[in-house]
């Protein structure tokens, strides 16, 4: 079964780590990506680039930024291949942002 871990950070949470630090999460980041079960991965620009899009009463609103307000931003996302939910929160729990003040969203990925 396929599923999503959608990334969740703190914006800002990048500048306090060290040097070292960043590049160990980094390293962390790349073997999760080389993992074979990790179908597709990527990091997203800052929730500043987002444009959110609506249609209502037939009309297109846009508005920049993301479409909620929240303390954490979606930072990136990762498609992966998992027997069953259990192994994909074992993945989850390999992201460095669910660590690091953040949190990892694993959701099924609908197959039709």
């Known amino acids: 079964m396929q599923y999503a871990l959608m990334i969740y950070t703190e914006p800002g949470q990048e500048e306090t780590l060290s040097e070292e630090e960043c590049e160990a999460a980094y390293a962390e980041y790349l073997a999760l990506a080389d993992d074979p079960r990790c179908v597709g991965a990527g990091q997203l620009q800052s929730a500043e ?64």
């Open 49 to 112: 680039t987002a444009t959110s899009v609506r249609v209502v009463g037939g009309r297109t609103l846009m508005t920049d930024g993301p479409f909620a307000d929240t303390k954490e931003v979606l930072g990136g996302f990762c498609l992966i291949e998992a027997a069953d939910l259990d192994e994909a929160i074992e993945l989850a729990s390999r992201v460095p942002a669910a660590r690091l003040g953040g949190a990892v969203e694993i959701r099924p990925v609908v197959r039709r």
